[in-house]
């Protein structure tokens, strides 16, 4: 079975380009996790949907920041403008309501904004 | 508010050396689930295991055991007879049931190198 799809890979820009980072769940799961890594401040969990619908978004840096999920398939995160602070792995993770904290992450989209 | 804390940042071990990594959390929660996954050089989070508040059975799973004693708020966890492929950065988590048991809270995490 495709695990947690994420795309791109590895992606480079220049401070103010607007970025898009794209995620394709597991079949079946409800839930929808967009985590930021970096060195600095580690493991962040940024938004979560669950049934397409955005839960808490308490994580979410600033308004330069938004995340979708127009179907139970597919979501995005996109940044517009960029900044180099926003240079990380994102990772995009999703889950089954009853698998309570059991996380299915894909391989991350590493972002440097130059 | 939770807290997760992985105070060895990294270590180094020969093959077939046991090694435990620790954690210490902080909850006022009284139901909460603690979890460690792992992140290996190809970089997504692997799930390891997950344990809730009211079952402090500690767990073995082939070379790996988990101790989790609520007396002093860890979740440690032990590799036996440690090997190459072990070597990946660890982390333990922490969830809490009025915030969203799925939304986990994450240590620092501890590298975790094992040399031929």
């Known amino acids: 079975d495709a695990g947690v799809i994420q795309s791109p890979r590895h992606e480079v820009t220049e401070m103010g380009q607007e970025v898009t980072l794209r995620c394709k769940p597991i079949?079946?799961?409800?839930?929808l996790f967009w985590y930021r890594q970096t060195m600095m401040r580690g493991l962040e969990l940024l938004i979560y949907?669950?049934?397409?619908?955005?839960?808490?978004d308490s994580g979410m840096p600033e308004d330069r920041f938004s995340a979708k999920m127009p179907n139970a398939s597919f979501s995005t995160l996109k940044i517009q403008p960029s900044e180099p602070r926003d240079s990380a792995v994102y990772f995009c993770?999703?889950?089954?309501?009853?698998?309570?904290?059991?996380?299915?992450f894909g391989e991350g989209s590493r972002l440097t904004v130059l | 508010a939770q807290k997760v804390t992985q105070a060895q940042t990294e270590i180094s071990v020969v093959e077939k050396e046991d090694v435990t990594l620790d954690c210490v959390y902080e909850?006022?929660?009284?139901?909460?689930?603690l979890f460690w996954y792992k992140q290996p050089p190809s970089g997504e989070l692997v799930f390891l295991i997950r344990?809730?508040?009211?079952?402090?059975q500690n767990e073995i799973s082939g070379r790996y055991s988990w101790n989790f004693q609520k007396s002093t708020s860890s979740f440690n966890f032990t590799i036996t007879a440690s090997q190459v492929v072990d070597s990946a950065v660890y982390f333990c988590?922490?969830?809490?049931?009025?915030?969203?048991?799925?939304?986990?809270?994450f240590g620092t995490g501890t590298r975790l190198t094992v040399i031929p």
């Open positions: 993770a999703s889950s089954l309501k009853q698998s309570t904290g059991e996380l299915f």
């Open positions: 344990r809730n508040s009211f079952d402090e």
């Open positions: 949907f669950n049934n397409n619908v955005p839960i808490d």
């Open positions: 079949s079946g799961h409800d839930y």
């Open positions: 988590a922490l969830s809490e049931a009025r915030s969203g048991a799925n939304n986990l809270f």
């Open positions: 909850t006022r929660d009284t139901t909460y689930y």
